[in-house]
């Protein structure tokens, strides 16, 4: 699988969007970019996932670039609930050996100030 | 719907003893992971099934842990015997069977402390 990089760390003013960047040079053709997060004490929540097209849905939208080797996941209003750990990760293809397995790495910390 | 269920959500057991712990996942999710949470860091996949098979196991270390997923529901993971470096959030995910359904949905884990 493809491996991403991340920023440690992020701030975001409440209200604002929070732009979350994620490199992920080898990605492979029919490898997926998915997006998670977790809130301290809970486990990691899906937010949205992308191969080629951007995504929207009702808590994010998801920029691929066209050559596919990074993208941002953009919280259009960030609000305090907000703050977490959100994880960046590149799938197997499907039929793949790691089909259907996520590998996690640091994420980036997501902190919502008031 | 009702999410993934974890039990217990806390356990403090000192070192060289067992401990177990359940997961009872979405209704209908065929595949069913275990990850293990060590503070500071992401989770990481220590088994994987597919109904009550095996997929991936290959990070699961077989001499003290174990796991078993029967009638391809329920799910147990035992450590026997327990080490101090085992203390971590031990997280349960199920996800539905598809090509392109790769999300998982995780339970809120169970904090283990070994003392």
């Known amino acids: 699988d493809a491996k991403t990089t991340q920023p440690t760390s992020m701030d975001c003013a409440e209200g604002r969007a929070a732009n979350l960047p994620c490199n992920h040079s080898t990605i492979s053709g029919n490898e997926y970019v998915y997006w998670y997060r977790q809130i301290h004490s809970q486990g990691p929540q899906y937010i949205i996932h992308?191969?080629?097209n951007n995504e929207t849905n009702e808590m994010a939208s998801l920029i691929i670039t066209e050559d596919r080797k990074s993208s941002t996941l953009i919280l259009p209003h960030a609000t305090l609930r907000d703050t977490a750990v959100y994880y960046c990760?590149?799938?197997?293809?499907?039929?793949?050996?790691?089909?259907?397995?996520?590998?996690f790495g640091q994420g980036t910390i997501l902190t919502v100030h008031p | 719907e009702a999410g993934v269920a974890q039990s217990p959500r806390y356990k403090i057991i000192e070192k060289r003893q067992s401990v177990a712990f359940w997961c009872n996942p979405i209704?209908?999710?065929?595949?069913l992971y275990w990850y293990q949470q060590i503070l500071g860091q992401g989770p990481k996949l220590l088994i994987q099934f597919q109904n009550n098979g095996v997929v991936d196991d290959s990070q699961l270390p077989k001499d003290r842990f174990s796991a078993e997923r029967l009638k391809g529901v329920d799910s147990t993971l035992k450590i026997q015997p327990a080490k101090l470096e085992d203390s971590a959030v031990y997280l349960c995910?199920?996800?539905?069977?598809?090509?392109?359904?790769?999300?998982?949905?995780f339970g809120p884990g169970t904090r283990l402390t070994v003392t």
């Open positions: 990760i590149v799938t197997g293809r499907a039929g793949g050996t790691s089909y259907g397995k996520l590998t």
């Open positions: 992308g191969l080629k």
């Open positions: 995910a199920s996800s539905p069977l598809g090509l392109t359904r790769y999300e998982q949905y």
């Open positions: 209704s209908g999710h065929a595949t």
